[in-house]
């Protein structure tokens, strides 16, 4: 691959990752509304919010850490997405595998992290107290996928995982392969979108929305963006792992919507955990679920 | 005069020189140099250890018949390499403004130095030793110049010192039990006699060795159970002390595994060695064993309220890695678990002198009583952030290499539970490491640490070299798996096939290069695309939302006691001290037997106790004949 493509590619793959962030953001909020009994925003919301955002003309910061925050937080995302393939672009894919993508995933916990700390406001910390014992409890079941991922297709490259899957069909795909695994995976992938009856570190009636307590103009607006990276990744990385991930946009994205569609519907109906709740729930369910997936594996090699 | 020769008696020199002006206020830049000194006379060295030929020494002397000799192997290379390094930067660290800081506070800077050349000098020797005797003899030097350096401070520091002493003294002589099981087998304490006597060995001697090399080696190194003596004694060393024992001391005992179990021994053999009752072999206990060791320590580590402890508990934690890797026995994980002792170093000793900043300027190291340091002091916080990210295992830093070298072993050999042991221990230290900055760096600014400035230069540059060794080495792996290679080689291991960036494999590959890069262009649009927004007022910390209610400088508005509760609550239970339990078990069944014995021989009937010997002696000569 020479460099003017690798360019084009680490370029393009953070931009379409965005685009299709911001349609996923949109039907999460399509979803509520509709299970609300309301219309919900028009097409272009998602990105209106962001412009507004950043174009507020009172913008607050409290230190360079707090501004650094915000650019590791949306960097940190920008980097991932070069690192998962989309349909027709691996992008970095070849130099760092799946291992390093999960790594590369908490890069932009620990820039919100260190943003918020910076803003000497309890709320926000304890937010963040909260995010990483959450993510201390979703990254289990969450590192239980990928060493299932990794044992049943004997490589954690992720162009090669898509490739093993995309080979055989739909019968070597890993929700047929890995049945048990899938249901986990999705569990996890619920839990890490941080929406109810996770959003622990948000509460906005308990700690002030936690994190994003000091967080106002293009600081929130980088957030907004965040989101749809964030939303994007989950689903992607879900339609990688036991979708076959797409030949084209045309098979990807129905299958992205398809993944995010049960955690966006269902997180309606739920209530808010409490903060040791949660991390219970997520240490026994789904990490229950993963563990006898990961047996099923071993048992039938 | 080897090269070799050269450098121990440099060392020696090193430490006589400090001996004599160890109250001169120039004594620290001294010896830093003759450290330095020390580490070009190791790097002359280096082309020669490349190619796997050992630098001996062209001392030897005859010890009642057993012939002590030296040499620098490639394994003594690299953990000397990372010896002196530590040492460079720790006598640095303590050398100007430090020193006169510690001397005011009533410490003696002198002694510390001494003490730290002693431990160089016994390190060195242990390294480089190449018989049994000579092994033991610098093991319980090492021991000993550990103890110094503890207790160089006074107070609870010696008292804490002492609790290591004894559970040196113990490990050193299960070590010593080990060696004279082999001199019974073989008559000889030559390594080529030890190698040789195995091969005749019965499972239960093996067994026997093992635990005789491995317990006494793994006191040293913190492996549970025998991990209770480390975290206070490191955290109660002055400053650069502690950053010097947290980088490298305990890794001794990992030296030594590696030479005895992995080089002499080799650990086919125990793999072999099966767990009576268990479908377990000896090389699954250690694993475990290393897997314990990397979650228990790390979450005693997040519950933490003192910095300087928190960073110790780390490092036991930490010490699990490298055994995993290494017992993995393949060339992936003992790479990464060898790569780890030296991202360790640097990591650590740049977190300790971060810490041992805040604690000059502020006195303190309550993580309760400490917050918003990072206007006044950004030096000591880049140093921290580099130091966390680095310890998390997170990239770009050198950490995160060789968690990954270890990450992809425990796939590829097929263990997904010690992979998620590693994977919890990861994910403590970032709740843990967090903690740590929050509380010291982040959050509100004290009323009383308004008027703090940043640390001396003297402190600041060995913090920024160490920090920059540690983003340099996450870069560019292939600089520290060069020098790893022939260790492997020689260690009878498979040999990692590297590259610059990392490792090039259809099972998965990891190029730095590409990563850190794509990363600092990641965070280069981020940054266009902030600064594209608008430009933002800075304001006050007390210019914040309070749900209604005004801050004014009295009030303390941070939250740091307690700082995961949740987790606490939850993993309360959990902690029932056991370990501690253990250990004060173990003391009161000493006690009681020794006052038994003592209250039959001194006071109470003495003829009866002589009786009693006599007629064990007579049954036991008697009953031969």
Redesign the interface.
Known sequence: MGWGSVLLE?TLM?LLAFATGLLLVLMMRRIRARLERRVGPPFFQPLYDILKL??????????F?H?LG??????????VE??LPMPGMDG?A???????LA??M??PS?GM??GV???????G??G???A??A??GY??PF??VI??A??LY????LP?IIAAQQGGGMATWGVVTMPVMAIAGLVTTHVMLAKEPFETYVAPAEI?TGPM??MG???M??LF?VQAFQVYTAGALYTTLFLGGGTSWLEFLPKLCAVMFLPFAITVLFPRF???EG??WVWKWPTAIALLG?ALI?LRR | MTPLDALLALSLVTLLLTLSCRHQVWCGVLTTLLYGVQLMALLFMSTSIHYGVPVPSGVHFNVLGFEMHWAMTPLAWFFALITLGAAVASSWYASTSWGRHYAATGGSPGLLQVALACNVVSMLLLLCSADLLGLFISWELVSWASFLLMASAGGAAVRHALHYLVYAVAGGMAVLAGIALVYVATGSLSFDAFVASLSGLSAGRLWLLLLLFGGGFAVKMGLLPLHLWQARAYADTPGPGSAFLGAISSRMGLFGILLVLVQLAGLARFAGLVLPLTPFTALDLLAWVAAFTIILPTFTALRQTDARRLLAWHGIGQGGYMLLGVVMGDALGSAGGLMHVFNHATYQAALFFSVSAVVYRTGTSDLDQL??L??RMPISFTAM?IGI?GL????PMNG?VSK?LI??SL?RE?H?LL??AA??GT??T??SV?KL??NM?????RVEHEHIREAPWSMTLPMILLSAVVFATGYLPGLVLRWIAPVQRELGLPVLDYTL?GYQS??????M???VT??L???????V??Y????????H?L?????GHFLDAATR????YN?????T??AAPLYRDSFQWLESALVSMLQLASAGAQGIYRSVHPSLYLLAAAVIAWLVWGGGH
């Open positions: 680490v953070p950043y174009g507020k003309r009172v913008q607050i910061s409290h230190g850490i501004d915000i650019i590791m937080v949306v960097g940190g995302y920008i980097t070069m690192y970095l070849a130099h760092g595998d799946l291992i390093t790594y590369l908490m890069v620990l992290a260190l700390g910076q803003c000497a406001n309890p709320n910390s304890i963040i107290s909260r990483l014992m993510m201390l990254d289990i590192m239980l060493v299932a990794a044992t004997g490589t954690t490259s090669d002030a307590v000091e103009g293009k600081f607006g980088g963006v409490k903060a040791g991390l219970l990961l071993y | 917050g918003g990072v206007t952030l990210i998390a295992g997170l990239p995160f990954w990450y992809q796939i097929g997904p992979f998620i994977v919890i994910l403590g970032i709740l967090y900055i929050h760096f982040l959050g509100q600014l960036g259809t099972a998965g590959s990891l190029d290069i590409w990563v794509s990363m262009g990641g965070f280069a649009i981020g940054a695309l902030f594209a927004g608008g430009r933002a007022r800075r304001v910390q210019d914040n939302y309070a749900g508005y941070q939250y740091s700082f995961y509760p949740a987790l609550r939850l």
